[in-house]
């Protein structure tokens, strides 16, 4: 399973590599919802969320996955993203200070777009999430079966 597919909902900055795993769960294996301290309590959430959408006792397959914070795709184009930035800087600063040669100089850019990606993740909210090492799990849909009708 691959690690493209969208989470739905806050993000805070304990999803991510230092902190410890937060656990999602879907009914479609494309859109992921919560936010669970480990896979059961996923499993068990997307199995509640079938009750009454499905016919209770009915076998349905489900997914868990890894919360992962968006800024991750960031951090692997630091160097571009510090290049990119200090570019930026540098046109905009042009339009006021005339100048020969450039007016902005940073001599780390993987740093400082490290840097930037960091003040990203501590000062911006984020309402989406990457689900990563999506697992499959069969549950029983809950509920109590219809009574027939006699």
């Known amino acids: 399973m691959n690690s493209e597919t969208a989470g739905v909902g806050p993000v805070d900055a304990t999803v991510g590599p230092a902190a410890e795993a937060r656990y999602c769960y879907s009914t ?35 997914y868990t996955a890894v919360k992962q914070h968006p800024t991750i795709f960031l951090e692997h184009e630091a160097s571009r993203i510090g290049e990119h930035f ?3 800087v ?22 400082f777009g490290a840097a930037l990606v960091g003040l990203l993740r501590q000062h911006a909210t984020f309402h989406s999430f990457n689900a990563d090492n999506i697992t499959e799990h069969e549950v029983t849909v809950p509920g109590e079966p219809e009574k027939p009708n006699y």
Not at 36 to 53: C, K, P, T
Not at 90 to 111: F, G, N, P, S, T
């Open 28 to 62: 479609d294996e494309e859109t992921f919802y919560g936010d669970f301290s480990s896979r059961e309590d996923a499993v068990a959430a997307a199995a509640e969320s079938l009750e009454g959408q499905d016919e209770p006792g009915e076998k349905r397959k489900v």
């Open 86 to 88: 200090v570019e930026w």
């Open 90 to 111: 540098d046109e905009w600063m042009c339009d006021y200070i005339a100048a020969d040669d450039y007016i902005v100089r940073v001599a780390d850019k993987a740093a």
